[in-house]
């Protein structure tokens, strides 16, 4: 009886199915932030360029 259990016990703790799909989660959260940060950066040169622009437009 405690042998089937322990066998048991040792399967529960021994899969890997929501392995996969937590692997998949972290890749796209590390996608995400990559992205904010690019997005970040790309958008204060935009806003840079654009105030350069509107001040070049006053002179």
């Known amino acids: 009886m405690l042998a089937k259990l322990y066998l048991r016990l040792q399967d529960l703790l021994h899969r890997e199915e929501g ?8 890749i796209l959260v590390l996608i995400a932030i990559v992205v904010i940060l690019v997005l970040i950066t790309v958008g204060n040169q935009v806003k840079n360029v ?3 622009i509107s001040g070049g437009l006053g002179q």
């Open 50 to 52: 654009f105030c350069n």
């Open 19 to 26: 392995q996969g799909m937590v692997e998949y989660a972290l």
